[in-house]
């Protein structure tokens, strides 16, 4: 399989661009950036001023991409973690090619309806390829990026034919290195080797409240090394081309871990009186300033006027990238000619299209069957769905024995290992997430899930809000999910959980009851590949109640006992208090009342059903209504109204035992069955 062209088209800048040309270059992405913020009254012009010339040299002479085909496969992936910065990649995606980001998008930074927001957003602007804005969050992408990329190289190159093939380039700030985020992921990088992932660290020394001096002093170089990262100086990352365009050859030939290139910028570069200042860091240059501007850098064009020989420079990107695929395009069919059931497989994965009849694979339980813990049904579904999909991507941090998230049948993804599928991630919860975003971003058909106890979600919201915002079907498979863990106490017992996550746009936030609900509540998650699904999972047993089923949690909320049309009364429960819902209904019929229980899985889902189906479910003219949950009672109002009762907790929990647990804190039967007949 020939690659002559591709590598060429890596290394070579375009040819014959004089050093003026390159810095007419430079100095169109700055006032792109400085014109675009004026207009707007808002926005960052400092970071695109002192950054364009590193980025020139990654968007024009070293990073492989088709402007015209933003979802090439094997194109590069550029991450701004900075993304407060946004006009530095709007201007380059502008420059070079890229039809989402034309001159108008340009003039409409920040506004209505635009294709420019005030960060990057993946499902807005063709062509960027994660969210970014909490900084740390993007080198963590990037990370998630490198890894599936060193994965599906391991599992689909071949000594002679190279189809996976692509490098993650990250900038990041000094806000981003002072994250801890930052620090959690770029330690996973260096200990897995991912010798693709290559970050310029501007370091401009300036952060909103003034010189890095007053907060930040550490020696950020020293501690990637100590990461295991090969590290470099660009001291003057203003004008040494030749400094920067080695720095990044250099770091593409070290090939066993990841590259930090430190880049020593001058924030606002250019401006007489307020570069290396925090004035230029968040606001607007200004008429006054913006015109000193133009005069010291010598630029003599009108606001948003772009040379045409800048033009005719940075769009030999589209030939060039057009090249690139079609090179890859004919590698690949001679790939496919050679090595056809692994071609095919690769092709169902980069479709990002989910197996046939893959959600066949789901075991289905009958009450009859032994009553096991939610977290042990995971298990099962996870092992159930890696052989048959392919995409399946995960692990926990550092608690998969009590999470239950091991693939039985793949090993560890580590350096030189590449290939399997476990994820061991550490104590490192918020850069798992984060991670894991990268992973889903790829968009080349992994499926990405992570896992920790439910309580340390806490640790990782950022994240997980990022997987919605940016609409990445990531699995968060969260364990021990109540008071119902126990002994540990309340350290580790989740209270307003569940809430805080069906409160979150566009999450799933799914809780199941027994093997079937589980089920369902698995196929749910890898079905919705735009959102994603929390899972809350049990570490007490449960049983597999009669009427519980897969296809119940796709509606959100179902009968699951008590067939009167009329009930005098509804009880509502989810996941380990279900079975509680359907005995207590059980001693109100033995009373003569006609009871209705109904699961509640997901309320996100049942709210998606027709007004139909939801009365058939909640029928209005029963205002009887009793919720049973081990949690907050935030927001049950929505389903039991304003005179239902909900019996839960709204206290922080205990150390004890789990039945001693419910008992102290009234989640009982009888408790339930007393709520049900104040209300009759």
Not at 283 to 288: C, E, F, I, Q, V
Not at 474 to 499: K, N, R
Not at 648 to 675: C, E, H, M, R, W
Request: aromatic content about 8%; hydrophobic content about 40%; some cysteine.
């Amino acid at each position: 399989c020939s690659r002559g062209l591709l590598d060429t088209f890596a290394i070579q800048a375009p040819p014959k661009v004089s050093q003026e040309v390159v810095d007419k270059c430079v100095n169109a992405i700055r006032f792109l950036a400085i014109d675009a913020v004026n207009k707007a009254k808002s926005g960052h012009p400092g970071l695109p001023m002192g950054a364009a010339p590193m980025s020139y040299v990654l968007f024009n002479e070293t990073m492989r991409f088709n402007p015209k085909n933003p979802n090439w496969f094997n194109r590069d992936r550029f991450v701004l973690s900075a993304g407060h910065g946004s006009m530095l990649q709007y201007a380059l995606m502008h420059l070079v090619g890229y039809d989402s980001v034309s001159m108008d998008d340009i003039k409409q930074f920040r506004q209505w309806d635009s294709r420019t927001p005030g960060h990057p957003e993946n499902f807005l602007t063709a062509g960027v390829e994660v969210t970014t804005g909490p900084l740390g969050q993007g080198i963590c992408n990037a990370v998630g990026l490198a890894a599936a990329e060193a994965h599906l190289a391991a599992r689909f190159n071949k000594p002679d034919c190279k189809v996976v093939d692509h490098y993650t380039y990250c900038i990041l700030g000094d806000g981003c290195n002072m994250e801890g985020i930052s620090n959690e992921a770029c330690s996973l990088a260096g200990h897995w080797g991912l010798g693709k992932l290559i970050a310029l660290y501007d370091d401009n020394k300036i952060s909103i409240d003034g010189h890095t001096e007053i907060s930040f002093t550490e020696d950020v170089a020293a501690r990637f090394a100590a990461l295991g990262w090969h590290v470099q100086h660009v001291a003057d990352g203003n004008t040494d081309f030749e400094g920067l365009r080695k720095a990044v050859e250099t770091a593409k030939s070290v090939t066993d871990k990841p590259s930090l290139i430190k880049v020593s910028t001058l924030i606002g570069y250019g401006s007489p009186n307020k570069a290396d200042t925090h004035d230029v860091h968040g606001a607007p240059l200004g008429p006054d300033e913006t015109a000193a501007t133009r005069e010291n850098l010598k630029w003599e064009h009108k606001e948003f006027d772009v040379p045409q020989e800048v033009y005719d420079v940075m769009r030999s990107s589209v030939s060039r990238g057009a090249s690139a695929e079609e090179e890859w395009n004919a590698t690949f069919a001679q790939y496919k000619a050679k090595y056809p059931k692994e071609a095919e497989e690769l092709e169902g994965l980069i479709s990002n299209k989910l197996p046939e009849g893959w959600e066949k694979a789901l075991p289905s339980y009958t009450p009859e069957d032994k009553g096991l813990a939610t977290r042990q049904y995971s298990q099962i579904m996870l092992n159930a769905l890696a052989p048959v999909l392919p995409g399946l991507i995960g692990g926990s941090a550092d608690l998969a024995p009590s999470n239950l998230t091991l693939m039985k049948m793949f090993g560890d993804f580590q350096k030189g290992s590449y290939q399997e599928r476990n994820l061991r991630f550490g104590v490192r919860e918020h850069a798992m997430g984060a991670i894991c975003n990268g992973i889903g971003l790829h968009k080349s058909g992994l499926i990405p899930y992570c896992a920790t106890f439910y309580i340390f979600t806490d640790y990782m919201r950022a994240a997980m809000r990022m997987s919605a915002l940016s609409e990445i079907g990531v699995l968060y498979v969260m364990t021990h999910d109540s008071i119902g863990l126990g002994e540990d106490g309340p350290t580790h017992q989740p209270i307003e959980h569940l809430a805080s996550f069906r409160a979150m746009p566009n999450m799933l936030m799914v809780r199941p009851c027994g093997g079937n609900e589980t089920a369902g509540a698995y196929k749910v998650a890898v079905s919705n590949r735009e959102r994603p699904t929390t899972i809350a999972l049990s570490r007490q047993g449960m049983a597999n109640l009669p009427g519980c089923s897969a296809e119940g949690v796709e509606k959100g909320a179902y009968v699951v006992h008590g067939g009167d049309a009329k009930p005098d009364v509804i009880i509502i429960g989810t996941g380990s208090e279900l079975p509680m819902a359907v005995e207590a209904a059980k001693k109100l019929e033995a009373d003569g009342k006609k009871v209705r229980v109904v699961s509640m899985p997901c309320w996100e889902l049942f709210a998606e059903q027709s007004a139909e189906y939801k009365e058939s479910v909640l029928p209005k003219v029963v205002t009887a209504r009793v919720a049973v949950e081990a949690g907050s009672s935030f927001g049950w109002e929505r389903y039991i109204g304003s005179n239902g009762k909900f019996v839960g907790i709204d206290s922080f929990g205990a150390s004890a035992p789990a039945d001693i647990l419910y008992q102290k804190f009234g989640i009982t039967v009888d408790n339930v069955v007393a709520a049900a007949k104040s209300l009759l």
